[in-house]
């Protein structure tokens, strides 16, 4: 079983709908999760960063941890087409090592 | 938002030559790491590099790779003979502290032809 996995997409949907990305993983360890935004050829953007099980919200963005389930999940309101990009989450051990493991990202294109 | 310089933007290079890549973080932090991404793969990490040493390091960098902060600013990765396999962005990224905000630069494409 791989450590992170996700849907590697492409997942296309019209402007304005509701997205709904997710990462399930292996490791009860994992503490701290995030959700980076990368564009073709370019560095990942942090959206989202969450400590432990939780909801956290930014703008249109909103970060769920279940970690009893071991899934995470972005929700994106009101997608524009500008948020066309693969979505990547990752994920770290609490205060062991600096070792972030990374999902292989969901393709997402919002159609205008 | 942190910002993390990379250069060069672009290189190609001809198979068992030397490539270092540079990073320079705009602020003085404590953690800073190179990760990997190969042409439609998932970020890999390759080393962390703490308090002007090695933290931790992934099975992917082995004796070829190393990392230095020669001059306390700009941090650099070497990859002493590049191979095929190599061709990849890879991206030096930062952290405040010992926290799960890592930020990553715009990253460096290497080519090895």
């Known amino acids: 079983q791989k450590e992170v996995e996700q849907d590697p997409g492409p997942l296309s949907v019209p402007e304005g709908a509701i997205v709904s990305l997710n990462c399930t993983y292996s490791n009860s360890a994992f503490q701290y999760f995030m959700w980076y935004r990368q564009y073709s050829r370019k560095g990942p953007e942090l959206l989202m960063y969450t400590y432990s099980s939780g909801n956290k919200e930014d703008g249109r963005f909103t970060a769920q941890v279940d970690k009893s389930s071991k899934y995470i999940s972005l929700f994106i309101r009101d997608s524009q087409p500008s948020d066309s990009a693969t979505y990547l989450c990752?994920?770290?051990?609490?205060?062991?090592?600096?070792?972030?493991?990374f999902g292989p990202g969901t393709r997402l294109s919002v159609l205008p | 938002e942190p910002e993390v310089t990379q250069t060069p933007s672009h290189q190609v290079t001809q198979m068992g030559q030397e490539v270092i890549l540079r990073c320079v973080p705009i602020?003085?932090?404590?953690?800073f790491y190179w990760y990997r991404q190969i042409l439609g793969q998932k970020v890999e990490f390759l080393v962390s590099?703490?308090?002007?040493?090695?933290?931790?390091k992934s099975e992917i960098f082995d004796d070829q790779f190393s990392v230095e902060r020669p001059d306390g600013s700009n941090f650099t990765l070497k990859i002493r003979s590049t191979k095929l396999e190599d061709s990849a962005m890879y991206f030096c990224a930062k952290t405040f502290a010992n926290t799960g905000e890592l930020f990553f630069g715009e990253g460096s494409r290497l080519t090895v032809l």
């Open positions: 602020s003085n932090h404590l953690y």
């Open positions: 590099f703490y308090n002007n040493e090695i933290s931790e």
């Open positions: 990752a994920m770290k051990r609490d205060n062991y090592g600096q070792n972030f493991v």
